[in-house]
């Protein structure tokens, strides 16, 4: 009985160990990453540094990046846990680096922008990333890019704040990640180029 008892806690310690590893160390484990078919999704590889966005450049991969969503104010939706590790703008796309737990299913994320800011010459806009709850049975630790165009958020500045110069910057703090500096997007109207 006592050869039983140590053979099951050694078997469970080992169960318990491995898994832990997996759930950990992605990298370890390149093959098993959560694949969607979505566009605005890029996987990191094996060996690849958290710290540099990837941006496809494919036109038509653009086609696909969901659009932010402008509300009066930040919604109080629940939201599954995730880490926002880093942002950047290129153009009109925000790249946000993200880790969370599956890799069965698809998870959803959506950008929520507020209309609601201080009429600044920098305006400072809250934003918030959203993990949609899903029921994901997997608990790898997946790490992604995922795009979402801002070209809505553009689209009401320039409409609802006729007097601002041809080019301007926008500053947005994501809620999603406290500690980390507002982004940058850089605006400009049609008919300037960037400057």
Same mark, same amino acid.
């Given at each position: 009985?006592?050869?039983?008892?140590?053979?099951?806690?050694?078997?469970?310690?080992?169960?318990?160990?491995?898994?832990?590893?997996?759930?950990?160390?992605?990298?370890?484990?390149?093959?098993?990453?959560?694949?969607?078919?979505?566009?605005?999704?890029?996987?990191?590889?094996?060996?690849?540094?958290?710290?540099?966005?990837?941006?496809?450049?494919?036109?038509?991969?653009?086609?696909?990046?969901?659009?932010?969503?402008?509300?009066?104010?930040?919604?109080?939706?629940?939201?599954?846990?995730?880490?926002?590790?880093?942002?950047?703008?290129?153009?009109?796309?925000?790249?946000?680096?993200?880790?969370?737990?599956?890799?069965?299913?698809?998870?959803?994320?959506?950008?929520?922008?507020?209309?609601?800011?201080?009429?600044?010459?920098?305006?400072?806009?809250?934003?918030?990333?959203?993990?949609?709850?899903?029921?994901?049975?997997?608990?790898?630790?997946?790490?992604?890019?995922?795009?979402? *165009?801002?070209?809505?958020?553009?689209?009401?500045?320039?409409?609802?704040?006729?007097?601002?110069?041809?080019?301007? *910057?926008?500053?947005?703090?994501?809620?999603?990640?406290?500690?980390?500096?507002?982004?940058?997007?850089?605006?400009?109207?049609?008919?300037?180029?960037?400057?």
């Amino acid at each position: 009985m006592k050869n039983i008892i140590v053979m099951f806690i050694v078997g469970m310690a080992f169960l318990i160990s491995s898994c832990q590893e997996q759930t950990q160390n992605p990298l370890k484990y390149p093959d098993n990453r959560e694949q969607s078919g979505s566009a605005a999704v890029l996987p990191l590889q094996a060996g690849e540094e958290y710290n540099s966005l990837a941006v496809v450049a494919d036109d038509d991969a653009d086609a696909n990046i969901p659009k932010c969503i402008l509300l009066p104010a930040l919604p109080d939706w629940p939201t599954d846990y995730f880490d926002l590790e880093q942002s950047a703008i290129e153009g009109d796309i925000l790249a946000i680096t993200l880790s969370y737990t599956g890799g069965c299913v698809p998870h959803e994320f959506k950008l929520v922008v507020s209309t609601t800011f201080e009429d600044t010459d920098q305006p400072q806009i809250s934003g918030e990333v959203f993990h949609t709850p899903v029921n994901d049975p997997c608990d790898q630790w997946v790490t992604q890019v995922r795009k979402f *165009d801002l070209s809505p958020l553009k689209e009401f500045l320039l409409r609802n704040y006729p007097d601002t110069p041809p080019c301007f *910057d926008a500053m947005i703090l994501l809620q999603s990640a406290p500690k980390q500096p507002p982004v940058v997007y850089h605006i400009c109207r049609d008919d300037h180029k960037s400057q």
